[in-house]
């Protein structure tokens, strides 16, 4: 406590202490300024305690307490306002100062968070499916297929997970645990022909989740959120997206991380050719600052045939990572 805010919380204790009783009340006086005032004056004149006076510089928010006029008009309050004011206003400055101290620590950590994901130390893997320790035609009862389609797994050189239903409408696989979050859901994806895929995060159903997803026949990619719409069915929010390109009949990794971050969810994303170097940089990134937000859920994999013409799509190495 400083040597002035002692002083002036031992004239509150005195007064107290000897019974007396401001006459100002519970409201501040008017006091007017004369001629040749200084605030020490007033302060020794109002409340008996020249000492005082930068508490009602400050009450009366003066910027420069030599700069009285003459006729101008104080808020003369009582002590025990004076101090009140004084305090709050000292609490009200230290709560700031911690709050910037906050947010420069959120930042760093959410710095480290993200170099440590970058360069996969402290990822803990959760979840991983190469899906060959299933037959060919086999259906895998650790994954659910809460939109239907027609899921098994194929043989493609290696054993991967594909979908060959051509109608049109959107078909996906999820797997996890409904309380993930904070992690990385990444696999391999080859479309064939006519078609768009991509990978969920926090999935809470199907009409609620994010997904990292190509669009427009592979033209694009996108960060999407799909949410109920009344009377049934969705929406779907494209929180960003821009233009990529990717071939029909190869294969492409998919990366989606998604992340809760100070009162918003943070979602990044990136897509390249299968056993080539993986890219330093995300490709697109969104955050979802709604009071709908998703914060937690299931990943899994999606597709939607384009045209009857679509062959299929297959997804093989599947894994998802919890951050730090």
């Known amino acids: 406590m400083t040597t002035h805010r002692m002083r002036v919380c031992a004239t509150v204790l ?4 000897a019974g007396l009783v401001y006459a100002q009340g519970a409201e501040p006086s008017v006091y007017t300024v004369q001629k040749g005032d200084t605030l020490s004056d007033i302060a020794g004149a109002e409340l008996a305690d020249t000492t005082l006076w930068p508490l009602i510089a400050q009450y009366n928010r003066l910027g420069d307490a030599s700069a009285l006029r003459e006729g101008q008009r104080l808020l003369i309050p009582t002590v025990a306002a004076l101090v009140a004011a004084d305090i709050a206003e000292s609490e009200s400055e230290d709560a700031a100062g911690l709050l910037v ?3 420069a620590l959120r930042d760093e950590l959410a710095a480290l968070r993200t170099g440590l994901a970058a360069s996969g130390i402290g990822l803990t893997p959760v979840r991983m499916s190469m899906f060959e320790a ?3 035609g086999d259906t895998p009862s650790d994954w659910e297929y809460p939109s239907g389609g027609s899921w098994g797994v194929a043989d493609r050189g290696t054993r991967v997970l594909q979908q060959s239903d051509r109608s049109i409408d959107n ?3 999820v797997t996890g645990d409904a309380a ?3 992690y990385i859901a990444q696999t391999d994806i080859r479309i064939e022909h006519s078609g768009d895929a991509g990978v969920f995060a926090y999935w809470g159903g199907h009409e609620r989740n994010y997904r990292l997803r190509t669009d427009d026949r592979m033209r694009r990619i996108q960060i999407a959120k799909r949410t109920p719409r009344d009377g049934g069915g969705h929406h779907t929010h494209v929180l960003a997206a821009r233009s990529i390109d990717i071939k029909e009949n190869r294969w492409y990794t998919y990366k989606l991380q ?13 897509v390249w050719p299968r056993g080539s170097r993986e890219p330093a940089h995300w490709a697109i990134q969104a955050a979802d600052h709604g009071a709908d937000r998703y914060t937690r859920g299931k990943a899994g994999l999606w597709t939607k045939p384009f045209a009857p013409s679509y062959r299929g799509t297959q997804f093989d190495n599947f894994s998802v990572l919890t951050m730090p």
């Open 134 to 136: 299933s037959a060919v």
């Open 171 to 173: 078909r996906g696989a």
């Open 101 to 103: 101290e906050i947010r």
């Open 258 to 270: 998604a992340a809760n971050l100070d009162g918003a969810t943070y979602l990044r994303g990136k």
């Open 180 to 182: 993930w979050r904070d």
């Open 14 to 17: 005195f007064a107290a202490l």
